[in-house]
């Protein structure tokens, strides 16, 4: 069954505390993505990666990494320079590279809450 | 400065009507655009895609027109029902791989 996951659904961390959200995907897509989701904005880009062992910095990459060590997982972390960390984080992978329109398949989310 | 504007926060029609969702967009030269369903809690969900070159694309009840003069697209769901009542998200491909989200519009079908 293909698809693309993450874990935890719900987080909640201390503020000063570096959290890792996890999304692994087995639909064989070369790139994969994490955006941010807060009420009445968009989806906003952190990092992308198109191949593994890369990635490259999104819009709102300040306070959070990525690496890239294997095709089927991409974790972020967001770290205690994240301002206000406290969003809804998606994860979403596509097939890359210039072929066809990339729509990208997203997982079901994990919302961070700061305490 | 870059912006992508979908028409409205919000939008109630009754069940059985066409819904139609604007999605403007400025400085930005997008070579697809594509239209999501978000339901709340959850993932985006792709829906259809339509390239820079074509005028209109259709699956099922679903039809999607693209105006690369106006910068518009708009998205339709005809004989709208209950079970269509979620966010509607446009994004915009340029000629690298991101796709760059609107804020989305709400749409809500009453019995």
């Known amino acids: 069954d293909g698809g693309i996951t993450q874990s935890p659904k719900y987080l909640f961390r201390k503020e000063g505390q570096n959290v890792t959200l996890s999304c692994e995907q087995n639909l064989n897509h070369d790139a994969m993505y994490w955006y941010r989701q807060d009420p009445g904005q968009g989806l906003r880009l952190i990092y992308y990666s198109q191949i593994v062992n890369d990635f490259q910095k999104g819009d709102i990459a300040e306070g959070y990494s990525v690496s890239r060590e294997k095709k089927e997982s991409f974790p972020l972390t967001v770290t205690s320079a994240q301002k206000n960390p406290t969003a809804f984080y998606l994860c979403?992978?596509?097939?890359?590279?210039?072929?066809?329109?990339?729509?990208?398949?997203f997982g079901p989310g994990t919302r961070l809450t700061v305490l | 400065s870059q912006k992508i504007e979908q028409n409205s926060e919000a939008l109630n029609i009754q069940e059985g009507k066409t819904a139609t969702l604007t999605c403007n967009y400025t400085?930005?030269?997008?070579?697809?655009l594509q239209w999501y369903r978000q339901d709340p809690g959850r993932g985006p969900v792709f829906l259809l895609l339509?390239?820079?070159?074509?005028k209109e694309k259709r699956k099922e009840r679903l039809k999607v027109t693209f105006d690369t003069t106006l910068k518009q697209s708009l998205f339709h769901i005809t004989a709208s029902q209950p079970a269509d009542s979620a966010t509607y998200l446009c994004?915009?491909?340029?000629?690298?791989?991101?796709?760059?989200f609107g804020t989305g519009t709400r749409l809500t079908v009453i019995p």
């Open positions: 994004a915009l491909r340029t000629g690298a791989n991101n796709l760059f």
């Open positions: 339509i390239r820079e070159n074509e």
């Open positions: 979403a992978s596509s097939i890359g590279g210039r072929r066809g329109g990339n729509e990208q398949f």
């Open positions: 400085n930005y030269s997008p070579a697809y």
